[in-house]
C-alpha cells in the first residue's frame, strides 16, 4: 500500500504530524500532499497542534484540536463569518485556506513578522498604538444586545472559584463578596478577539500583525483591553495611552472594568493553577492582589 509523506514521516514527527489524530493528518495530506514540517509552534499547555509547514514553495500554519478543545471552533467562527476578512484583505491577519470543523482541523496562511511577546515591540507604544488602531476595526464590525452575557461571565469567575485553585482562604473570602457586590453591566456585545496581547499580535517594520482566533466571541469591548491592562500597560503606562489614541475613545466603565479584571485574574489563576503554568498562575495572584486592591481601596 502507497505510505503518504505524512505518514511516512510518523515515527521521526515527534511534535509534529505525530501528535495528529489519523483523520487530521489523511485531511492535511489530502489538501497539502508532501507536506513538510518545518516548525512547531505548538504552547503545549492545551491540546492543540501548531504545525509551521512547507508546501509547493509555499509556508503555511496546520492547527488541529483535540477532542475537549474548542478554540479551533472559535477561530472557524471568526474566519466563516467574516470578521477576520478586512483585516486578512490588507495583509493583518492570515487568510483561511482550508477547514474541516468536525475533524478540528485547518490551514492558515504564515504571516511575516516576529512575535512581539517578551520583546521591545511588547511594550513599544507605537506598537500598541497600532494595535488600538486594528482592534477599532474589528470591534465596530458588528453590535448585539447583551442578553445575560455578563451575568453569566460572573457565574464562569465563581464556578472557577469552586474550582481546584491555589488562593488563599481569606483572598478567596474577599474576591466572593467583590463579585457580590459588582453588579453585572450588559453592555453592548462586539467581535472580539479574546486574548489581545503581544503574544498574538506579529511585528513586521512599521505592521502589526494578528494571530490566534481561538477565543473569539462576541462581548464588551473592554474584555480585549484586560490583559494589556495586566502585563504590558503596567509595565510602561505609555502604552495604554498611545493604545487609545489609535483605538479613538475609551469605552471603559469604571466599575464594570474592576469586575472585567477581577474575573480575569480569578480565571487566570485558577486556570494555571490547574495546567501547572507555575509562572502564569503567579500573574494571576498579582492580578488578584492589584484588583483586591482597588475595589476595597
Not at 474550582?163 to 453592555?187: G, K, N, Q, Y
Request: hydrophobic fraction near 40%; glycine fraction near 8%.
Amino acid at each position: 500500500m502507497h505510505e503518504s509523506p505524512i505518514e511516512a514521516a510518523l515515527p521521526r514527527a515527534v511534535g509534529g504530524f505525530g501528535r495528529m489524530s489519523v483523520a487530521q493528518r489523511m485531511l492535511v495530506d489530502r489538501w497539502l500532499p508532501g507536506a513538510e514540517v518545518v516548525a512547531d509552534l505548538s504552547w503545549n499547555q492545551v491540546e492543540t497542534v501548531v504545525l509551521q509547514v512547507r508546501h509547493d514553495d509555499r509556508t503555511l500554519i496546520v492547527k488541529a484540536a483535540g477532542d475537549s478543545d474548542h478554540h479551533l471552533g472559535r477561530e472557524l467562527d471568526a474566519h466563516e463569518g467574516g470578521y477576520v476578512a478586512p483585516w486578512a484583505r490588507e495583509g493583518h491577519a492570515a487568510r483561511l485556506r482550508f477547514a474541516d470543523r468536525s475533524a478540528r482541523v485547518l490551514v492558515l496562511d504564515r504571516l511575516p513578522g516576529e512575535l512581539a511577546y517578551r520583546t521591545a515591540s511588547g511594550v513599544d507604544p507605537e506598537v500598541h498604538r497600532r494595535a488600538g488602531t486594528l482592534l477599532r476595526g474589528l470591534h465596530t464590525l458588528e453590535t448585539r444586545p447583551s442578553k445575560g452575557t455578563d451575568a453569566a461571565a460572573t457565574r464562569r469567575a465563581i464556578a472557577w472559584l469552586d474550582s481546584a485553585h491555589a488562593i488563599a482562604p481569606d483572598v478567596e473570602d474577599r474576591l466572593r463578596t467583590a463579585l457580590a457586590a459588582l453588579p453585572p453591566v450588559e453592555a453592548d456585545l462586539v467581535p472580539t478577539h479574546g486574548d489581545w496581547q503581544p503574544r498574538n499580535w506579529l511585528v513586521d517594520g512599521d505592521e502589526v500583525r494578528v494571530i490566534d482566533f481561538g477565543r473569539f466571541a462576541f462581548r464588551p469591548a473592554g474584555t480585549d483591553f484586560v490583559r494589556l491592562a495586566a502585563q504590558e500597560w503596567r509595565e510602561n503606562p505609555a502604552c495604554e495611552t498611545a493604545f487609545f489614541e489609535g483605538y479613538g475613545r475609551d469605552p471603559r466603565h469604571p466599575s464594570h472594568w474592576i469586575l472585567m479584571r477581577l474575573r480575569e485574574a480569578i480565571g487566570t489563576a485558577c486556570w494555571a493553577h490547574q495546567v501547572g503554568d507555575t509562572e502564569f498562575e503567579a500573574q494571576g495572584h498579582r492580578m488578584i492582589s492589584d484588583v483586591l486592591e482597588e475595589f476595597e481601596g
